[in-house]
């Protein structure tokens, strides 16, 4: 089996994952905190952006994953698996500058919703559908 969509999703969303962890990395040691947030507010908001990312696009893959190997078309993914990605870069960079509200969170954190329902909705047909 192949799923050359996904791994081109993955790839490219496995890149901004490694972005995001290194900004959590620069933050520790620029700031020499090599645990927890210490109070700054820099470093919980990239350690928030990070961790915000993992607990979306897993299943934003799966999901992905599961519809290309059920046959969903090849534009339907790539809208699904880009439109992930600028969702998620929306978020990173909205939140980045602001722990209050701002236009990239709010849209980053909508559009992400959307992706995952469309793919959870889909995934269910697929799966009623036979």
């Known amino acids: 089996m192949h799923a050359p969509i996904t791994a081109l999703w ?8 490694l972005f995001l962890s290194g900004r959590v990395v620069n933050a520790r040691n620029s700031e020499k905190i090599l645990f927890g947030d210490g109070g700054n507010v820099v470093l919980q908001r990239h350690i928030r952006v990070h961790a915000n ?6 299943l934003g893959l799966v ?15 790539n809208l699904l698996g880009g439109s992930l990605l600028v969702a998620r870069l ?3 960079f909205g939140l980045s500058r602001s ?6 969170r709010f849209v980053g954190t909508v559009a992400t919703w959307v992706v995952l ?9 697929t799966y009623w559908a036979g």
């Open 117 to 125: 329902t469309a793919e959870s909705g889909l995934a269910l047909y």
């Open 99 to 104: 722990t209050g509200t701002s236009v990239g």
């Open 63 to 77: 999901l992905l994953l599961v519809l290309e190997l059920n046959g969903a078309s090849p534009r339907l993914l």
């Open 90 to 92: 929306l978020h990173a």
């Open 53 to 58: 990312f993992i607990e979306y696009v897993p």
């Open 10 to 17: 993955a790839g490219l969303l496995g890149i901004l994952l």
